[in-house]
């Protein structure tokens, strides 16, 4: 497309790709003095520069990428070339998988992988109906009393109920809920807390103390075998392995239980809580949904996952994926030099109007009508693609169906009022108030 005058542009690579073009610092300072949020800041660059275009927030360019060829080259195709660095919620996941890096990421994932597919996943199918069960026992009683909820609360607590039961065998106590209620804190503190890491740890360590006072809880009880009513749980994969693994120390134990609480239920609450925001303001699509076919059916599951999806697309679980790159490259005809910093933006790329009509409409016929959706991997990756894709994916998806399965024939929540901003952290949150009466 054409450039704007005035445009620099990224130097070039001998013998590589054309330079990237570089929106001008005016765009970036009224953005800066306007004092918006960074994804009006990208969304000015994709709509006037294209999939790959560059912007500066300090002396170097940082590179978006939302072009679904490019994303694909940096995910998937060129992992090696286009490395995670770091991860933002460090200071509360430590070593886990998810901020882990080179030979000791393999190695974690690779333990962990066999447990989130085929008969890894069979194995928490039931304590995922038993959380969805618990749900469903409590909106009955909400619906019986007319007690208000907090719809984006109840999400919340159904994933931690999932994800506790998987992890530990044990359903979710109250007393387990408050204390554990520290990992949604400093999630969500995560963008304002100081750069450097000692600071940064300083500022949350009560919670932090809460967390690590509950993970010792877990990681004794699962090591000296006291398995929940449902048998053990993944945590006892992870002490099982310190015993052949002496990289497993109690403290990357710690970190990966970590991880997987707070990667296992936080986007997911987030979607769910998305998703009945999205049918209280286009309720034909849960009428559809349920029209689809009977309890039980493979019809009315495909439905209710249509809705999941579409509310991933507007939504994705991880909004922006950061990547540095390592070497020179050329990326879909561009020269990449190595050192540059890669915002790679499902949100974006999920919301261009080239790859889907009418990006903005909540329309979930998209993901079971023939040709609804773009064909490309790199059009639709709410959970990331390639080595670093999401592990907990499946778990997701099915936790999310299950629950939706059991709530949707029975309840309708008629909020009190609708958020009408998001807030772009690690996950993409409804930025107002989730609270409602059951229909």
Do not use: N
Request: charged share 25%.
């Amino acid at each position: 497309m054409d450039i704007e005058a005035g445009l620099g542009s990224l130097p070039s690579v001998p013998g590589a790709g054309r330079p990237i073009p570089e929106a001008e610092p005016g765009l970036v300072e009224r953005w800066r003095s306007g004092g918006g949020e960074l994804v009006e800041l990208l969304s000015q660059v994709r709509e006037r520069f294209g999939g790959i275009a560059a912007f500066r927030l300090g002396p170097a360019p940082t590179v978006l990428v939302t072009d679904p060829q490019a994303v694909q080259h940096v995910l998937a195709r060129h992992p090696e070339r286009y490395v995670k660095r770091s991860h933002r919620a460090r200071v509360l996941i430590g070593d886990g998988v998810l901020a882990a890096t080179g030979a000791a990421w393999k190695r974690q994932r690779r333990l962990l992988q066999s447990q989130f597919t085929g008969t890894g996943m069979r194995r928490y199918e039931q304590r995922i109906t038993e959380a969805a069960r618990t749900t469903a026992g409590r909106w009955g009683g909400y619906a019986r009393t007319g007690q208000t909820l907090d719809v984006g609360q109840e999400m919340r607590r159904f994933a931690l109920d999932a994800i506790w039961r998987s992890l530990t065998g044990h359903p979710l106590d109250d007393g387990t809920e408050r204390e554990l209620a520290a990992v949604a804190a400093v999630a969500a503190a995560l963008p304002t807390l100081p750069a450097e890491a000692t600071a940064a740890q300083d500022a949350v360590a009560a919670d932090l103390a809460r967390i690590d006072a509950v993970a010792r809880h877990a990681v004794d009880a699962a090591r000296s075998g006291a398995a929940g009513p449902d048998g053990p749980g993944l945590l006892k994969v992870l002490t099982d392995a310190a015993t052949e693994r002496p990289e497993y120390t109690d403290r990357l134990i710690r970190d990966e239980l970590v991880t997987l609480l707070m990667a296992g239920h936080e986007t997911t609450a987030t979607t769910l809580t998305w998703l009945y925001l999205l049918l209280d303001q286009h309720p034909a699509a849960r009428e559809q949904a349920l029209a689809a076919g009977g309890e039980g059916s493979a019809h009315r599951r495909q439905a209710i996952q249509a809705l999941v999806h579409e509310t991933l697309r507007l939504y994705p679980s991880a909004w922006i994926l950061p990547r540095h790159a390592t070497e020179d490259d050329t990326l879909a005809g561009y020269t990449v030099a190595a050192g540059t910093d890669i915002l790679v933006c499902p949100y974006l790329t999920h919301r261009d109007p080239e790859l889907w009509p009418d990006p903005e409409h909540f329309d979930p016929r998209r993901f079971i009508t023939p040709d609804g959706r773009p064909t490309h991997p790199g059009a639709y990756f709410p959970f990331g693609m390639g080595p670093r894709a999401c592990l907990g994916l499946q778990f997701a998806l099915r936790e999310t169906t299950v629950l939706l399965e059991h709530l949707l024939p029975a309840h309708t929540p008629a909020f009190d009022s609708i958020p009408t901003k998001a807030a772009y952290g690690i996950t993409v949150r409804p930025d107002g108030s989730t609270r409602a009466t059951l229909k």
